[in-house]
C-alpha cells in the first residue's frame, strides 16, 4: 500500500481483537494451523523430501492422500479448497508424473478413486518421516507421559471435531 494510502485517524485500534493469553486455545490452534499450512514449511518439506515437481498442488495432494489413503477427487477438491476443475488438472499432471493412479471406487461403479502408485508412496514415507522428524523437533522436551497426553487430547479433539462436522454436513 503506498503511503498516501494510509489513515491519518490516530484513534485506530492497533491491539488484536482476541485479549493475548497465552492458555487461550483458539490462539494456540490458529498458531499451530498457521505454521503447518505455510508455504514456508510446505516448500521445506517439498525439499527435503526430493519432491520431484516444483508443483505445490501436486504436493499437497500426493499429501493429502499419503494421510488418508485413496480419495474421491471431489473429497481432494474439498480438503485442499479447490475447484474441481483444478483438481482434475492436478491429478492428470500426478498420473502423468507416476506419483498417483485412477482406480475403480470398490462401492460405485461409476466411482474413481485417486490411490498413490508404489513411486506415491515412496513419496508419501519420506513425507511421513519428515513429519515424525519435525514432531521430534519440537517435542524434545517433552516428557513421553506429556507426549502421550498430547496424543490423546489431539486425537480426542479431531475425533470430535469430525462428529461435529459430519452432523452439520447432514443438517438439513
Do not use: C
Not at 476443475?85 to 493412479?101: D, E, F, Y
Not at 485417486?114 to 513419496?123: K, M, N, T, Y
Not at 514415507?125 to 507421559?145: C, F, K, Q, Y
Amino acid at each position: 500500500m503506498a503511503r498516501g494510502d494510509l489513515d491519518t485517524d490516530a484513534s485506530a485500534d492497533l491491539s488484536p481483537v482476541i485479549a493475548p493469553d497465552p492458555l487461550d486455545l483458539r490462539l494456540s490452534l490458529a498458531s499451530i494451523v498457521h505454521w503447518a499450512d505455510s508455504t514456508a514449511v510446505r516448500r521445506d518439506v517439498m525439499a527435503r523430501v526430493a519432491f520431484p515437481v516444483d508443483d505445490m498442488g501436486m504436493f499437497l495432494v500426493v499429501n493429502q492422500l499419503s494421510y488418508n489413503g485413496a480419495m474421491r477427487p471431489v473429497e481432494l477438491s474439498l480438503a485442499l479448497g479447490m475447484t474441481a476443475t483444478n483438481m482434475s488438472k492436478i491429478v492428470g499432471r500426478l498420473v502423468q508424473a507416476g506419483l498417483v493412479v485412477r482406480v475403480p471406487a470398490p462401492d460405485d461403479d461409476r466411482g474413481v478413486l485417486v490411490a498413490l502408485s508404489d513411486d506415491g508412496r515412496i513419496i508419501g514415507g519420506r513425507i511421513m518421516a519428515v513429519a515424525e522428524a519435525n514432531l521430534r523437533v519440537v517435542l524434545a522436551d517433552w516428557s513421553p507421559a506429556e507426549v502421550d497426553e498430547l496424543r490423546r487430547t489431539m486425537a480426542r479433539l479431531a475425533r470430535v471435531h469430525r462428529s461435529v462436522s459430519e452432523r452439520r454436513a447432514g443438517a438439513p
